[in-house]
């Protein structure tokens, strides 16, 4: 597949493009201004210490060169019994509905990594739902695209109707851990070849009808979006399509959603698949100083921006 032409459409029977206006716009200082550090232990249990903003400045986790936000994980030490020091914001808005476009020039990956831009509600987790737009583990090539529900939400998974590779169609398994995705074939959609390529635009727009994920490489973004009047019927053939239905309601699962970007190590995806299981990863987690080991643990973001109708 060429990969300047990369699209996935998660939850979805129908693009609707109408109307689209700016709410929300960030980038540089602004993301650090106007989204919250967790401090908190990690909810998915990873060998991390989340810093404060606070600490990410001091320690230079977080920074704004040429007007980009560069949110590190730390590369230079042995960590501590708390985990390796890393950065987890989440914005102070939350929205019901929208679309959401990230302009991505860099993210984390590497052994022990679990990087992920994503949306959900909050307290009381899996109520309200989750949204991971990118997401993976370790050394994966390959972004994974995942909905986390409480149980119930069903959506149906058809091979003939993408070319994404989707899993299971029940977002509530395992009490919303398992959650229902799709596995994108093409490696330059993580880690580095999506680096190397410059990055990437992503958007998400998830409307009453569905939740759908878009990306396009450096230089082939839609000019429609690069003008700030996105049309997301103007984007492209799905990649991969369920559908809302009376199995899976959207104003059931999912709304309130707060935007998160983080990198935590090891914890209950990382840890359980790295070779060797939780303890070899933690150990080469905490050990690993070299500059090599966690320098490319890092996100630097452009711009975020979200528009409602």
Same mark, same amino acid.
Request: aromatic residues 14%.
């Given at each position: 597949?060429?990969?300047?032409?990369?699209?996935?459409?998660?939850? $979805?029977?129908?693009?609707?493009?109408?109307?689209?206006?700016?709410?929300?716009?960030?980038?540089? !200082?602004?993301?650090?201004?106007?989204?919250?550090?967790?401090?908190?232990?990690?909810?998915?249990?990873?060998?991390?210490?989340?810093?404060?903003?606070?600490?990410?400045?001091?320690?230079? +986790?977080?920074?704004?060169?040429?007007? &980009?936000?560069?949110?590190? %994980?730390?590369?230079? %030490?042995?960590?501590?019994?708390?985990?390796?020091?890393?950065?987890?914001?989440?914005?102070?808005?939350?929205?019901?509905?929208?679309?959401?476009?990230?302009?991505?020039?860099?993210?984390?990956?590497?052994?022990?990594?679990?990087?992920?831009?994503?949306?959900?509600? $909050?307290?009381?987790?899996?109520?309200?739902?989750?949204?991971?737009?990118?997401?993976?583990?370790?050394?994966?090539?390959?972004?994974?695209?995942?909905?986390?529900?409480?149980?119930?939400?069903?959506?149906?998974?058809?091979?003939?109707?993408?070319?994404?590779?989707?899993?299971?169609?029940?977002?509530?398994?395992?009490? $919303?851990?398992?959650?229902?995705?799709?596995?994108?074939?093409?490696?330059?959609?993580? $880690?580095?070849?999506?680096?190397?390529?410059?990055?990437?635009? @992503?958007?998400?727009?998830?409307?009453?009808?569905?939740? +759908?994920?878009?990306?396009?490489?450096?230089? +082939?973004?839609?000019?429609?979006?690069?003008?700030? !009047?996105?049309?997301?019927?103007?984007?492209?053939?799905?990649?991969?399509?369920?559908?809302?239905?009376?199995?899976?309601?959207?104003?059931?699962?999912?709304?309130?959603?707060?935007?998160?970007?983080?990198?935590?190590?090891?914890?209950? @995806?990382?840890?359980?698949?790295?070779?060797?299981?939780?303890?070899?990863?933690?150990?080469? &987690?905490?050990?690993?100083?070299?500059?090599?080991?966690?320098?490319?643990?890092?996100?630097? &973001?452009? %711009?975020?921006?979200?528009?409602?109708?």
């Amino acid at each position: 597949m060429n990969p300047k032409v990369f699209i996935f459409v998660l939850l $979805g029977a129908s693009l609707c493009s109408a109307g689209y206006n700016l709410k929300d716009s960030w980038s540089g !200082q602004q993301i650090f201004d106007q989204f919250n550090f967790w401090s908190g232990p990690d909810p998915t249990h990873g060998y991390v210490y989340y810093a404060s903003k606070s600490e990410s400045q001091q320690w230079g +986790y977080t920074s704004v060169q040429n007007g &980009v936000a560069y949110i590190r %994980s730390d590369s230079t %030490s042995v960590s501590s019994g708390a985990g390796r020091g890393s950065v987890r914001l989440t914005s102070q808005k939350t929205y019901t509905h929208g679309l959401f476009i990230f302009d991505v020039a860099h993210m984390p990956w590497g052994q022990g990594t679990w990087p992920a831009i994503w949306t959900t509600r $909050g307290d009381g987790w899996p109520a309200g739902g989750e949204i991971d737009i990118i997401e993976g583990v370790n050394s994966n090539r390959n972004n994974q695209m995942t909905l986390h529900t409480s149980p119930g939400c069903y959506v149906p998974t058809n091979k003939d109707a993408e070319s994404g590779n989707p899993g299971s169609g029940d977002c509530g398994a395992n009490g $919303g851990s398992a959650g229902c995705g799709i596995n994108d074939p093409d490696s330059w959609s993580y $880690g580095p070849d999506f680096n190397n390529n410059g990055g990437g635009t @992503w958007a998400m727009q998830w409307e009453s009808s569905g939740i +759908y994920i878009w990306l396009w490489a450096k230089g +082939y973004v839609p000019q429609d979006v690069l003008n700030g !009047q996105p049309n997301p019927a103007g984007w492209g053939i799905p990649r991969g399509r369920s559908t809302f239905n009376q199995g899976c309601v959207d104003s059931q699962y999912f709304y309130n959603h707060g935007i998160i970007i983080d990198n935590t190590f090891c914890g209950d @995806w990382a840890g359980n698949v790295y070779p060797g299981g939780q303890d070899a990863c933690k150990s080469f &987690v905490q050990n690993k100083t070299t500059p090599s080991a966690f320098t490319e643990a890092y996100w630097a &973001v452009n %711009s975020i921006k979200v528009y409602q109708q």
